[in-house]
């Protein structure tokens, strides 16, 4: 493989963690992963040498504060390509981002009647603010469905996109593991005039990204997928669309002027920043996206290839006959997130017993209800890879699960 | 630290694997509700039929993991025959039975009140259950299903 | 002063900080509070040991995640007195918080023509989300002015409150330092029919609060201004209202069920905390809550009454006929946060020179544009006092300042 | 480490203390612009006087930071007398001035295209200035009165 993970593993503290006196084998990094030393350090030092709240402060520790949250907002602006750093807003996760867009652009461009497109792969952040909408005003939404092999089924996207003021896609399933072909989809998207929002919570942390590449309008992202800290994602968006949307939330930073009778707005990204920001995690979520620049995307993603390819296999011949995989058998067109039905034993066993080896799964319906129902299975079983897996992972993976079986053999 | 024994007692699979009184029953006579684990996805389906202040007949359907279903399980087989009072006699020492680990960790309680609701109460092979308390994140697997009959009770108490 | 000052400052690893060569004097505590090590490590601990998503993991760290999560928004319901710990959503901040009432609670009552009172005194944070509202949908604000000596000019109070829905008030002036009485105003606007919520954002680090005894319908606080970190924050409101308001952000874990053509909601407080949390921070918070229950809220208060006398009358003492002082003498009535003019040296040069000897403190509006214009100033500075200040940091704001009077003397 | 004699050179306090070319003009024939910075509330109010392609008079008035009246009122005497053509050449070099010191941070330019708008063009007392690119947070200070000058030109070269 072409991370070095022995080495990777290294930068991970928790990863010298022992549960029931095993080493942790952590396989739920698709619902969130753990974080570098290099992360931790970035924002332990912002505290013990320079914490200030930013952009007010003319002394030296709020100048300090303030230039590494914007450095870090250039930084994450880099990671995925965008053009201009103002067009990066810091939000606290991709539900906010989604949801920011759905209050400020949403509620000004969409209207009863209007359809917005969703895949039926969607997780609830993308699905929900959207089914809020249609609550509240009536708009329409149609869904792209799957084929039997788990991706999106294109045969129809004309019809679907006909009339759409906006597809709200994600770029990977965090069930399936399936990874859609955004460029095409959004070029399609705006041909019949709709604008394109990408769920980019699991693209982000996996692929090499590039907004622009996509043609994307709206990107959302969120740091604890990508060995950042918790409490800070970003929205991209392009800055015409950012100039144009009203603003969210209100209060300090995001104005220019407040008068008793009024009040004007601030420039964009702060516009969208209200309030004082999660300054640390923001530097931690810049110190994360240079950990995974220092890695190199490219070769995160063949890692991940290969550790799936071989994981696929190795389930197949262990239990292939216990297991049915939902997502692409295909290691080209999906991530790393593995989930399935073990015949005979419920997800939530399976991830008990598993506990016991110290292997760390999801089990349930990953917050994807309406996947749920297509697949037409109540709850699966996920496991899922980053950067600090390796083959002895998987390794363990498949034992535990052998064992699991014996356990609940009648 | 709780080891899988003490979750997965030899009489919890063996109600998981061989439920008692699985099926449906004509509604009515009987009455039929309906619990739902919104978290993972767990169902129980509930069939009680009351006859003066006497449950005499039960029968149970959903799915869920080994936990809820085993539970379910137990709970049928508990409540068959009892009359109503005994019926919530038993949720109440059932529930106390699993949250005396919670409110102690909370430090709300020093579990004496939940004692007393087990008190005089036998429990029999739903004892086996008392080791998911070890197991936090699993205590609403095995509440489930009395949840979803005391929503039965309360539902042919008041009658529709 | 009842706090052992000495002792304090060592569990705050930045107060070793050199600026300029000297040590780092921090007088900005009302825009953000440093963090004491016992914050910082839990957050650490959590990334260390224990991390993973909360609410969806059968296995154990994602188990002690959840644990830990849900003991701190026990801590925090515990250190403001809610009667359940339901009652505590986190947010971000303070202003997350006030807009998130007004997104629903006051989207779903509040028409035009509609009375929100607020005083001269508010901070952007409880300005600007109702300015939004009247631009809006034509609620209309009403204004409780100030008296002469910096406090709540409350004789046409009865006026104001008449046919109003919601109080909105600060318990504490970020600007002016003056406390606000809350019960007796809380029970005067219910009796008029209007709902409470209270800015805590100043007055919970700094004071015992009792949301009870505040007779209050929100509340909202912020952890980066009482030792915790940054992005967190709670809003506390009656469980009833909390039940009665609908979401805010949609998506996961805000969710009981969703299909394709609608959704449920989840209980409170989890219906308000839509996606992956703010986990370490919650943590964090926790933490410092902790720190200042140890402490004691009443030594808190008594020493921070101390340091503000001293304060206030080595500044009248020695730069009497320079300094104009915005905000009560009676330190019974204020806190710790002090706004002046000096004569002839504009706010952001005090702190520019004041930063040669590591002095911190704020030049500006302070996010109070509209109080600035009632006070007829354009910027102040302020200094403001924490736990871990004492006699000499005051003694240091008192001769920089003699020393910048010096530099600009003609 | 930058010190205060860096950023507050003597002849900036001056400036500062007696301001040049204080006071307001009759509008028309003067057109008056307004600046203002939101994060400090500093204010410029500029009156310039064109005649032709020449600047011919100019006033100043507005309040705020030392670094923000000083650089006001030294901006007031330098493009007195100045062609429109000169005194647009002033503002690039002095932005220039400002800005090689933030554009080197960012690692976006090694500073030598600002250094070319800097040559051949006199900034007399203005190079004092210099020393606010130490003090990022001045920056906005400094620039405020060429951010409002530029806008006075550009008014004025559009006939309203
Ligand atoms: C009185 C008051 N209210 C609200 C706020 C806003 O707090 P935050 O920026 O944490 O949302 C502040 C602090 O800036 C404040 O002082
Ligand atoms: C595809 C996808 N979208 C959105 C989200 C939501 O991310 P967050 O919880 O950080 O807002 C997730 C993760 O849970 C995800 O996997």
């Known amino acids: 493989m072409s991370l070095d993970v022995a080495k990777i593993k290294l930068d991970f503290p928790i990863l010298e963690r022992k549960v029931h006196d095993k080493r942790l084998v952590y396989l739920d990094s698709a619902s969130s992963s753990e974080k570098p030393t290099a992360v931790l350090d970035a924002m332990d030092h912002l505290y013990r040498t320079s914490y200030a709240n930013v952009h007010r402060g003319v002394y030296t520790i709020a100048d300090e504060s303030t230039q590494a949250y914007e450095a870090a907002r250039a930084k994450v602006a880099r990671f995925i390509k965008a053009r201009q750093t103002e067009e990066i807003v810091f939000v606290r996760n991709a539900t906010e981002a989604i949801n920011l867009v759905a209050y400020t652009w949403g509620r000004t461009n969409l209207h009863e009647g209007d359809v917005v497109v969703l895949s039926e792969m969607e997780h609830h952040a993308n699905i929900v603010p959207w089914l809020m909408l249609a609550e509240e005003r009536g708009i329409v939404l149609r869904w792209i469905p799957l084929t039997a092999d788990f991706r999106l089924d294109l045969t129809s996207i004309g019809e679907l996109l006909r009339g759409a003021k906006l597809l709200a896609i994600t770029a990977m399933s965090n069930v399936l593991g399936t990874i859609n072909d955004i460029g095409p989809l959004a070029r399609a998207a705006h041909a019949a005039g709709a604008l394109v929002l990408v769920d980019a919570s699991q693209a982000a942390p996996h692929l090499s990204i590039d907004v622009q590449d996509w043609d994307a309008d709206f990107v959302a992202i969120t740091a604890h997928k990508m060995l950042g800290p918790s409490g800070i994602g970003a929205l991209w968006a392009r800055r015409e669309l950012l100039e144009a949307m009203p603003p969210f939330l209100g209060g300090g930073e995001m104005i220019r002027d407040v008068r008793k009778d009024g009040f004007t707005t601030n420039d964009v990204p702060w516009k969208f920043e209200a309030g004082t920001p999660a300054i640390a995690e923001a530097i931690g979520f810049g110190a994360a996206v240079e950990y995974l620049e220092a890695l190199g995307m490219d070769d995160v993603r063949s890692h991940e290839v290969e550790l799936t390819r071989y994981t696929l296999d190795a389930l197949d011949d262990r239990l292939g006959e216990k297991i049915t995989i939902y997502g692409p058998r295909d290691v080209a067109v999906r991530g790393g997130a593995i989930s399935f039905l073990f015949e005979g034993i419920h997800a939530h066993d399976i991830s008990q017993v598993l506990d016991e080896d110290a292997v760390c799964v999801r089990a349930g319906h990953h917050c994807a209800k309406p996947l749920m129902r297509v697949l037409g299975v109540p709850a699966t079983t996920r496991a899922s890879f980053y950067v600090y897996n390796d083959q002895a992972d998987a390794d363990a993976l498949v034992e535990a699960l052998a064992k699991a079986e014996k356990f609940f053999a009648p | ?160």
Chains 1, 3 share one sequence.
């Open chain 2, 1 to 160: 630290m709780p080891g899988l024994e003490d979750l997965y007692r030899e009489i919890i699979l063996d109600h998981y694997r061989s439920p008692r009184n699985r099926g449906e029953l004509p509604t009515p006579p009987a009455h039929k509700s309906e619990g739902f684990n919104p978290l993972c996805g767990d169902e129980v389906v509930l069939y009680l039929v009351v006859e003066g202040d006497k449950v005499v007949d039960v029968k149970i359907g959903g799915q869920g993991c080994s936990i809820s279903q085993a539970s379910t399980s137990m709970m049928s087989a508990a409540v068959k025959g009892k009359t109503l009072a005994e019926a919530r006699q038993l949720i109440s020492a059932f529930k106390a039975l699993m949250s005396i680990h919670e409110s102690k960790l909370e430090g709300e309680s020093d579990g004496a009140d939940l004692q007393a609701e087990l008190d005089g109460v036998a429990l029999g092979d739903l004892e086996a259950l008392q080791g998911v308390v070890k197991f936090p994140v699993r205590i609403k697997c095995a509440t489930l299903a009395w949840n979803t009959l005391q929503q039965g009770l309360d539902e042919v108490s008041v009658p529709s």
